[in-house]
T-cell receptor, first 111, second 115 residues
């Protein structure tokens, strides 16, 4: 079955540094989305990239998608303490709307 | 505009009891999804409603789980009888999908603990 996997599982960096998280998946997709979850809260949608797109930007976020390698990366530039959260990638397969999530990357920004 | 809301935020029950979770989607969203995350595992899809119809229930773990969406507005997810392995966080999401990319908006989740 299709499954997203994030890498690394945990990442700790200093405030102001850039954070890069990777996601891999197994089958053909329509779209790939990144979500953030702050401790004890719900999932917040960050960005969606379509399968025919290679790169997308939103503020300090940059997402890339390589469908030949079935992988995506999320770059957060100039990190802030408020970016501390778990980050998940989610894919939806062609012909289906359900999302398949990875296990997430726990990002900690140290002041 | 109000987001997706879920009730209760936490529920602690004993094995064998019944629990009903409620989700109110964003107004006007025909699509409603249930997902759950059990301890240490990834978030997994349970089912998908389009209005009041079940579009995809391939993720429902067994017949102890019953989801309804009468009238196509809010949805309930009942677990009867609850087992220990049902503990986890249950998320609801809704979307306005009309054929393009489907951005799903999630609620805060209900944390279920079965003792």
């Amino acid at each position: 079955s299709q499954q997203g996997e994030e890498d690394p599982q945990a990442l700790s960096i200093q405030e102001g540094e850039n954070a890069t998280m990777n996601c891999s998946y197994k089958t053909s997709i329509n779209n790939l989305q990144w979500y953030r979850q702050n401790s004890g809260r719900g999932l917040v949608h960050l960005i969606l990239i379509r399968s025919n797109e290679r790169e997308k930007h939103s503020g300090r976020l940059r997402v890339t998608l390589d469908t030949s390698k079935k992988s995506s990366s999320l770059l957060i530039t100039a990190s802030r303490a408020a970016d501390t959260a778990s980050y998940f990638c989610a894919t939806d397969a062609k012909g289906a709307q359900k999302l398949v999530f990875g296990q997430g990357t726990r990002l900690t920004i140290n002041p | 505009e109000a987001g997706v809301t879920q009730f209760p935020s936490h529920s602690v029950i004993e094995k064998g009891q019944t629990v009903t979770l409620r989700c109110d989607p964003i107004s006007g969203h025909d699509n409603l999804y249930w997902y759950r995350r059990v301890m240490g595992k990834e978030i997994k899809f349970l089912l998908h409603f389009v209005k009041e119809s079940k579009q995809d229930e391939s993720g429902m773990p067994n017949n102890r789980f019953l989801a309804e969406r009468t009238g196509g507005t809010y949805s309930t997810l009942k677990v009867q009888p609850a087992e220990l392995e049902d503990s986890g966080v249950y998320f609801c999401a809704s979307s306005l999908w009309t054929g393009g990319p489907d951005t799903q908006y999630f609620g805060p989740g209900t944390r279920l603990t079965v003792l």
